[in-house]
C-alpha cells in the first residue's frame, strides 16, 4: 500500500489543523491498522495514535489523548488526524503507516512520507 500524508502547515498555539492520509493500491484498505507518527528535529519518533481496520478501535499516545482524534473513511481509503488545542511541542513531521498483519498499535510495514506540522507560540 502506497500512503501520502498531506494538511500539515503553520499553526498558532491552541489552534487546530486536520491531516489526512491517502492509501492507494495495496488491496482492502479496511484490512489494515493505520496509525499516525510523528518526528521533531533532533528527536526519536513517536507514536501519535493508531485505529483498527474498522475504525472501531483507536488508541492515542498520552501526550496527545483528548486534543487529538483519529478516524477512517474506508470507502475512501483515507484516514485522518483531527488536532484541536495544539501545542509548540506538537510541532514535528507527523508520518501515517499502515500495517496488514501486526497484531501491536506501535509497529508498521508501510510508510508515507511526512507532513510537516508548526505551532508558533
Known amino acids: 500500500v502506497q500512503l501520502q500524508a498531506f494538511g500539515g502547515g503553520l499553526v498558532q498555539a491552541g489552534g487546530s489543523l486536520r491531516l489526512s492520509c491517502a492509501a492507494s493500491s495495496g488491496g482492502t484498505f479496511s484490512s489494515y491498522r493505520m496509525g499516525w507518527f510523528r518526528q521533531a528535529p533532533g528527536k526519536e519518533r513517536e507514536f501519535v495514535a493508531a485505529?483498527?481496520?474498522?475504525?472501531?478501535?483507536?488508541n492515542y499516545a498520552d501526550s496527545v489523548r483528548g486534543r487529538f482524534t483519529i478516524s477512517r473513511d474506508n470507502a475512501k481509503n483515507m484516514v485522518y488526524l483531527q488536532m484541536t488545542g495544539l501545542k509548540p511541542e506538537d510541532t514535528a513531521g507527523y508520518y501515517c503507516a499502515a500495517d496488514l498483519r501486526s497484531t501491536s498499535w506501535y509497529t508498521y510495514t508501510y510508510w508515507g512520507q511526512g507532513t510537516q506540522v508548526t505551532v508558533s507560540s
Open positions: 485505529i483498527s481496520g474498522g475504525g472501531s478501535t483507536t
